[in-house]
């Protein structure tokens, strides 16, 4: 299936840019963040044992590399100068509220809607009358919702800060996410995908775990 427009116009984005932290950001920040939230859904609302154990082993492979991309913000993002830092933090919150207004939004499924012979643009209207704040906070409740994810992958590397928190206000409590974990949605889940192939493959405890990986880095 074709890429949406909104996700795509990122995706080709991370790709031309010669900024490296736009690429570690955007990609094993965002745009992995996003698929981890996705995953964890499917996984916990799925009802076929086999997609969950496939969103199961994803999420797996997917973890090691959101699990990068906080490493790297937790030992650059600190450490350079304060205005790129503000930069990151700006672009962060444009990419964050593209993908928050577009992601589900009609305009990016038209094919979807042509093939049950429905207008797209009546679909629009129908989808923001009924879209509020109210609704989208109401639905950030949810820990494995996608854009909750994306908002606690930014403020626990510090890419949010006092600057932008209260745009993020808008749609979750930031106090209460702030003082969660520093364990993502998908870390428990995946965590269990890695004993899986630990016994699946014989490896006893020799396989990489996301807690090891950090402490590698150190």
Sequence with gaps: MKVGPALGDIVTELVLSPLVWKKIVGMQMLVEGLAMGAFATFYKNGRDPLMVQLMQLTMTDE????????????????????????????????????????????????????????????????????????????????????????????????????RTAPNYAAFIDMKELYAESDRMVGDDIAEEGIKYLLKLNGQGARAYSLESMGSAAE
């Excluded at 913000?73 to 100068?81: E, G, K, L, M, V």
Aim: hydrophobic share 45%; no cysteine; net charge negative.
């Design 63 to 162: 973890a090691f590399h959101h699990k990068f991309g906080k490493i790297w913000a937790d030992r650059t993002i600190p450490n350079i100068d304060p205005a790129e830092r503000d930069m990151i933090e700006d672009w962060a919150w444009h990419v964050f509220q593209i993908l928050l207004y577009n992601l589900g939004s009609p305009e990016q499924k038209k094919h979807i809607y042509a093939a049950v012979g429905l207008d797209w643009e009546w679909v629009q209207g129908a989808f923001m009358e009924a879209l509020t704040d109210v609704n989208i906070r109401e639905e950030m409740q949810e820990s494995t919702n996608i854009f909750r994810v994306l908002i606690k992958t930014l403020l626990k590397t510090g890419i949010i800060t006092a």
